[in-house]
C-alpha cells in the first residue's frame, strides 16, 4: 500500500466510523472512534458562533480526566 491509498483508506475507514447530531441549530454532537484513557470513544462538541468561528469542546472531560490523575 503506498502513502495515497493509505490515506484513502484512513479517510474512508475515519467517514464510516464517524458520527454527526445537531443538538441544536449551533452545536453538533461528533461522536470520533478514537478513544480516551477510560477507553471511551471521544465526543466532541461544535459550537457555531456569531462571528463565523466554531468553538470545539469535550464538555470539559480531557482536562477532568487529566487533573483526575494526577495531571495538572
Not at 484513502?8 to 467517514?15: A, K, R, T
Request: net charge negative.
Amino acid at each position: 500500500m503506498d502513502a495515497l491509498e493509505m490515506k484513502e483508506s484512513y479517510e474512508n475507514w475515519l467517514s464510516r466510523n464517524e458520527q454527526y447530531k445537531d443538538l441544536s441549530d449551533k452545536v453538533v454532537r461528533i461522536d470520533t472512534p478514537f478513544l480516551d484513557g477510560s477507553l471511551d470513544n471521544i465526543i466532541i462538541y461544535a459550537e457555531n458562533l456569531k462571528d463565523g468561528r466554531i468553538n470545539l469542546n469535550d464538555d470539559g472531560w480531557t482536562m477532568d480526566y487529566l487533573e483526575t490523575h494526577g495531571f495538572t
